[in-house]
């Protein structure tokens, strides 16, 4: 079998750790079925349809909405990586599945509007299938029943989408939580690599970064442990049985 391409850009090297080790939890690959870039160290290989069967995007403490004068010298970097990659993907239509920063990545690269109108503070919400969204291949595959309950905590999302885009699933706060450009390049605004207790793992980390009121930090995390979510993991373990050559 070709293998995945896993694409992360946090800095943080034990929540990076984690997001690596969720997603080949998930995906249900051995380590060397999954290769790992991190774009906060490493360049990005070469990318063709001959070398992956499909790419994985993570997610990230950046925002693509971000004036550029705040964007760091590493952000500038990743975007600027990630933009050369989705060209390729594009172009020959390489499998392609984005976690929460991949709707910002994606969605821009092909023409969409990706702004703050729509931010949704770290909690579990409901998510519902669009009509094309149960006939998504990808999704008929997860099991996933047409309202489902994810996890989410965004700073930015699509407020239009690109219009070759097919919406797929969409939610109460934010309209857009997943996407598909053509038949294989997606991309969710929920975090299908996290359980609770990962995202508490990770908003352990990020208390500080405004994905939580302030001053609820605590009371957050107690009502995460209380949620539940249904087993959006399996969108990652389709992607890979669909997509796996």
């Known amino acids: 079998m070709q ?11 034990e929540v990076v750790r984690l997001e690596h080790d969720a997603f080949i939890r998930f995906t249900g690959l051995a380590e060397p079925d999954l290769q790992w870039v991190r774009l906060d160290q490493q360049e990005l290989p070469e990318i063709s349809a001959d070398a992956f069967s499909g790419i994985i995007l ?9 004036h550029p004068d705040e964007k760091s010298a590493a952000q500038r970097r990743a975007e600027f990586a990630l933009s050369g990659m989705l060209d390729r993907v594009i172009e020959q239509d390489i499998p392609f599945f984005g976690a929460c920063y991949g709707v910002g990545t994606l969605g821009l690269h092909q023409g969409g509007v990706v702004d703050r109108q729509y931010g949704e503070l770290v909690g579990i919400v409901p998510i519902t299938m669009t009509e094309e969204g149960e006939a998504d291949p990808l999704l008929r595959a997860s099991g996933l029943p047409r309202t489902f309950h994810g996890i989410v905590g965004h700073k930015e999302a699509i407020s239009r989408l ?10 109460q706060n934010a309209p857009v939580q997943m996407f598909r450009i ?10 299908p690599e996290l359980d609770v207790p990962g995202l508490i793992d990770r908003l352990s980390a990020y208390r500080d970064h405004g994905y939580t009121s302030p001053g609820t930090f605590h009371a957050t995390v107690e009502r995460l442990r209380s949620g539940r979510i249904d087993h959006t993991d399996r969108l990652l373990r389709a992607f890979v049985t669909l997509f796996a050559r």
């Open 182 to 191: 053509g038949t294989r390049q997606y991309a969710t605004q929920f975090h």
């Open 162 to 171: 690109p219009e070759h885009a097919t919406l797929l699933a969409t939610g």
């Open 3 to 13: 293998p995945f391409l896993l694409i992360t850009t946090r800095p943080e090297d």
């Open 58 to 66: 993570g997610g990230s403490p950046y925002n693509s909405s971000d």
